[in-house]
């Protein structure tokens, strides 16, 4: 197969949410037909450069797959199952792209805060912006304050992901911001606050950076707060 039909096919794969070929998609031509794993397989196989395999079929196939789920063509199974072959494919590309030293776009922490432990929408999160070329660093759920600045200033992180699902634990969003701020590294990283219980104005009211309401705006966030820095 040429290599654009394999790029091509990972894209229509990760559409279909195929993680490998005993998985149905949602049409039923694709059934029996190799998935998402082999496919990245045969992409490295074939000498592919990964990032090529990420910017031009993992990351447009989950844009499409975002859009879907925007207009209500997708629920959140199908995103789901996606966004599982897409982490799949990433894990069969993370050791080449660490020896293709494939520059990373910056370093984020995705967490979880104190007393959540909803992670769905956070490891969705995680996949997508690793899919974006990001190094990402998932924290977990049910992180204490304190650890999260920790990993701030230890890990240097430039893009920090904030994730509450609950009225009770959206408040120890703003702790973190005001901790960071106490341990004097707030300018040093950007944060980025979603999850079902907050919104646009709560990262106003909180002095986040952004609120994002999935993945893919996140991704748009960090493009956006890389562009401030270069252009001053
Ligand atoms: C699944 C679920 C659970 C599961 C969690 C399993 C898991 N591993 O995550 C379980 C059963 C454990 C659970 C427990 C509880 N839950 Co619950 N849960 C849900 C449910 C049904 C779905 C959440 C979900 O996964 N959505 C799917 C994902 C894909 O969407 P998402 O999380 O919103 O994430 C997307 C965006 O928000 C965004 N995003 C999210 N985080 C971030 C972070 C960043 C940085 C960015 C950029 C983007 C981003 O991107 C994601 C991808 O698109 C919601 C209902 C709902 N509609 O949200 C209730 C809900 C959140 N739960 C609720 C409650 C009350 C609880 C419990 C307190 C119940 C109880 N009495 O025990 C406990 C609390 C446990 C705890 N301490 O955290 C309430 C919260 C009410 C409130 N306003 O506070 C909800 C809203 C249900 C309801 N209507 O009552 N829950």
Do not use: W
């Not at 096919?9 to 559409?15: A, L």
């Not at 996606?82 to 799949?88: D, E, H, L, P, T």
């Not at 974006?132 to 920090?160: F, N, Q």
């Not at 990262?203 to 994002?212: G, L, S």
């Amino acid at each position: 197969m040429a290599n654009e039909d394999i790029i091509k096919q990972i894209k229509e794969n990760i559409i279909q949410g195929r993680r490998n070929e005993e998985d149905e998609g949602i049409e039923e031509e694709l059934n029996g037909t190799p998935g998402v794993e082999e496919l990245t397989r045969q992409a490295v196989e074939a000498g592919i450069n990964p990032k090529e395999i990420i910017s031009l079929a993992i990351t447009p196939g989950m844009e499409i797959v975002g859009a879907k789920y925007d207009t209500g063509e997708y629920f959140i199974p199908d995103m789901l199952a996606s966004a599982q072959a897409a982490g799949a494919a990433m894990e069969i590309l993370k050791p080449h792209l660490e020896k293709a030293k494939v520059a990373s776009n910056g370093i984020v922490a995705i967490v979880t805060v104190k007393d959540d432990i909803h992670d769905i929408g956070k490891n969705i999160v995680v996949i997508l912006l690793k899919g974006a070329g990001y190094e990402v660093h998932d924290l977990g759920i049910d992180v204490p304050t304190e650890k999260i600045v920790e990993e701030v200033k230890s890990r240097g992180i430039e893009y920090l992901g904030l994730s509450a699902l609950l009225t009770s634990t959206m408040t120890r969003m703003k702790e973190v911001i005001d901790a960071l701020k106490e341990a004097g590294v707030r300018d040093k990283v950007k944060v980025m606050i979603g999850g079902a219980a907050v919104s646009e104005d709560y990262a106003k009211e909180i002095d986040a950076d952004a609120y994002c309401a999935d993945g893919f705006q996140a991704i748009s966030a960090i493009s956006d707060f890389r562009k401030s820095v270069k252009t001053g």
